[in-house]
């Protein structure tokens, strides 16, 4: 027979988690031990459960922001292909897919569009080790550095930027893109800021 333990719980807590499990037809008892359960085994296998909370929007976000998943080298590959070969058009789509991302998350966040760009920017870009984004009330700055990322890609990824930084409001004034880095300096239109 297996043993049973008192535990104790915030009123609150307790009384979601009780609703929860009628909602589900789980006694409390088994839908407590089923997260005990899921707990240890996220703890043997090296998870962060709060992590892997907090990250499990990115996949939904993404599919709703018209993104798609695709093998890193294949992608470079066919940006690098479309780059030689049709250089003005491919630019002009990726300046158009920033504003395009840029004006949809204006109309769906209209009080945090730029913040909730940011955090999916840099959700989206998992395969980036270091992208920086710093802003203060005259200017954003952008720093990408991936030593992954050609020169075609970076330039595409450069005019995509440029794309939603100037549909927020922004006028990029200086800029330096080359294979694994892209660094960006965009001043506010508002403001008639002079470099």
Known sequence: MVKRKTLFAREDLANKLIEMAKQRGYTLYSMVNEIFELAIQAEEAGVNLRK???????????????????????????????????????????????????????????????????????????????????????AVYIRIVSPRIPESYAILYLAFLEGALETFGYKVSNKDVSAGSIRIKALRKDLNVEE
């Not at 080298?73 to 049709?86: G, R, V």
């Not at 109309?107 to 999916?120: L, M, N, Q, R, V």
Request: hydrophobic share 45%; aromatic share 16%; charged share 35%.
């Open 52 to 138: 892997l909370f907090e990250e499990s929007w990115i996949p939904k976000k993404a599919k709703k922001d018209g993104f798609i998943l695709g093998p890193e080298a294949l992608w470079y590959d066919m940006a690098d292909i479309a780059y030689k070969n049709a250089r003005e058009e491919a630019l002009k789509k990726w300046f158009e897919a920033g504003i395009w991302l840029a004006k949809r998350y204006m109309t769906i966040e209209p009080e945090d569009a730029f913040e909730a760009f940011k955090k999916s920017l840099k959700a989206y870009t998992w395969n980036i080790p270091e992208l920086i984004i710093e802003e203060n009330e005259e």
